[in-house]
Nanobody, 123 residues
């Protein structure tokens, strides 16, 4: 069955850190690529980070050097470690399953995503 459940969001001050988690079902975790995207109120969805089953990753320029995406095959989980958070990182964060290799623009090819977890960064 399709399951993607995000957790770990919260409110932090600028410069703080958060670690988001995404628990997936066996079916959704079998996706070639899993990623994180975010959406702020009134804004378009923005791809944040993605990781392929071979471990290759890609990141939005806005988060490079600050965010790290990882996956734990044994736990069928996806993570996003976020450091040096900025107010502009405030958004709802979603994890997504992509049944294709993620390189470059992957968000349009996402097949499933969860309900999201809210991240608020105050200045």
């Amino acid at each position: 069955q399709v399951q993607l459940a995000e957790s770990g969001g919260g409110s932090v001050q600028s410069g703080g850190s958060l670690r988001l988690s995404c628990a997936a079902s066996e079916y959704t975790y079998s996706a070639t690529c899993m990623g994180w995207f975010r959406q702020a109120p009134g804004e378009e969805r923005e791809a944040v980070a993605a990781i392929n089953s071979d471990g290759n990753t890609n990141y939005a320029d806005s988060v490079k050097g600050r965010f790290t995406v990882s996956r734990d095959n044994a736990k069928k989980s996806l993570y996003l470690q976020m450091t040096s958070l900025k107010p502009e990182d405030t958004a709802m964060y979603y994890c997504a399953a992509v049944y294709d290799y993620c390189s470059g623009s992957w968000l349009p090819f996402a097949s499933y995503w969860g309900q999201g977890t809210q991240v608020i960064v105050s200045s």
